[in-house]
């Protein structure tokens, strides 16, 4: 069952990479949906990034709130 799975798999890998290597449209929309991808993750780590600071912000002034 596994390396019917496993040859099924590799065999939809390998096709599909045919496809795309073949076609200028499936081409173009993989490349396009990587770009989106990327864009997405760089607003994601960038607003997670913004949290992160604004959390080292607060915690920095509690710390010189309670040695006063």
């Given at each position: 069952?596994?390396?019917i799975?496993c040859l099924?798999?590799?065999?939809?890998?390998v096709g599909?990479?045919?496809?795309?290597?073949n076609s200028?449209?499936?081409?173009?929309?993989v490349k396009k949906?990587?770009?989106?991808?990327?864009q997405?993750m760089?607003?994601?780590?960038?607003?997670?990034?913004n949290?992160?600071?604004?959390?080292?912000?607060q915690?920095?002034s509690?710390?010189?709130?309670?040695?006063?």
């Amino acid at each position: 069952m596994e390396k019917i799975f496993c040859l099924g798999l590799a065999l939809g890998a390998v096709g599909g990479a045919l496809i795309v290597a073949n076609s200028y449209k499936a081409r173009s929309l993989v490349k396009k949906s990587q770009a989106d991808l990327m864009q997405k993750m760089d607003e994601m780590m960038d607003e997670r990034l913004n949290q992160m600071q604004q959390n080292d912000m607060q915690g920095k002034s509690e710390k010189k709130e309670k040695k006063s």
